[in-house]
């Protein structure tokens, strides 16, 4: 399971103004600020789906992760999944 640590700063990445903005210029320091264990590290350092359920970061944390983080992972949520479970 994630740390709590680590929990809170992707929290805070979709939730805060400017911490998103500042992960993305200096990665190492903001998770030095938030005292993110080194075995959590290499996962956000990646940003994949597979790294992040590695470390057992909650579904609904990586999809924040994600959008707070990729600039493309918008499309990847856009509504289709959604609109089609509507459907059926």
């Known amino acids: 399971m994630a740390s709590y640590k680590t929990e809170k700063l992707v929290q805070d990445l979709s939730t805060l103004p400017g911490v998103a903005e500042r992960y993305k210029c200096d990665r190492v320091r903001i998770l030095d600020e938030y005292g993110v264990p080194e075995s959590d590290r290499p996962a956000l350092l990646n940003g994949t789906p597979p790294a ?36 059926e």
């Open 52 to 87: 992040l359920a590695g470390i057992g970061l909650h579904p609904v944390l990586q999809i924040h992760f994600l959008l707070a983080t990729d600039v493309n992972a918008s499309r990847i949520f856009d509504g289709v999944l959604l609109n089609r479970l509507e459907s």
